[in-house]
């Protein structure tokens, strides 16, 4: 596969979708900059389970250019980039996700399930700089704490004032509207809440799951709007006022 990418990468330049999910890792980091280099419209791109990538091939992305070997935040080249999956990419580390977070402020969907060693930098940087995230996953990123969560609450607050004259009539479509934080056990309801109270479209009742926590008992507190209405309608009809 990773010849193949190298191959063809520079025949694509108008590629705007790229699927590489591999069961056996093949891909390389030479590959991604390739690919970055020459598909400047890429928009979606699978990299889940590529194993021997690093935070090169996410320095490559941010950029649009090979062969990196620091991160620059001047002079970023603004990718197109609007859904990536790294799930299980386990060398990808904070620095990588930063520098995604600079070079792709578009990204909508972020999945970094299984990056085991992403801490609350990398939550931290995609809430200031990537304000059209709608989708994060984080599974299984058991060094996220609750100041990534409160960092995301506090993004959603800080950017309603500068959306709002803009957007009023889509601002409850704005923001996160999956976040899936199982196996996140270092989180603690307050945090976890905030984040729910902060994103209307982040639900968990019965058959809209989009704030997904299985895996974190000390979470099952956690109530989206529709779920803290259902329990007060529950409530007033088991007691009726006299």
């Known amino acids: 596969m990773n010849n193949l990418v190298l191959s063809l990468a520079p025949k694509f330049t108008k590629l705007q979708a790229l699927t590489l999910r591999q069961d056996k890792p093949q891909l390389e980091d030479k590959a991604v900059e390739i690919i970055a280099n020459y ?48 799930g ?13 977070a600079y070079g792709c402020p578009d990204l909508r969907a972020l999945d970094l399930c299984g990056c085991v060693h992403i ?10 700089r990537c304000l059209h995230l709608r989708s994060l996953g984080l599974y299984f990123c058991q060094n996220i704490t609750d100041k990534a969560m409160y960092s995301l609450a506090q993004s959603r607050v800080k950017n309603k004032h500068e959306m709002w004259e803009s957007m009023k009539s889509r601002y ?63 409530s007033q009809l088991s007691h009726p006022a006299h």
């Open 119 to 128: 801490t609350d930098e990398s939550v931290i940087a995609l809430a200031n």
């Open 88 to 100: 299980w990419c386990e060398d990808v580390s904070d620095a990588g996700v930063m520098s995604l």
């Open 172 to 234: 409850s479509e704005e923001g996160l509207m999956n976040l899936n934080i199982s196996q996140c056990t270092a989180l603690t309801p307050p945090a976890v809440q905030a984040v729910c109270d902060s994103f209307p479209a982040l639900h968990t009742c019965p058959g809209r799951h989009s704030l997904i926590i299985s895996g974190c008992l000390s979470l099952t507190s956690v109530h989206c709007a529709c779920g803290v209405q259902a329990h007060r309608t529950a």
């Open 39 to 86: 598909c400047h419209d890429l928009q979606d791109l699978d990299l889940s389970k590529s194993f021997k990538l690093s935070d090169s091939s996410l320095y490559a992305l941010a950029h649009g250019c090979p062969n990196l070997t620091k991160l620059n935040i001047s002079g970023w080249h603004c990718s197109q980039l609007q859904s990536l999956n790294l």
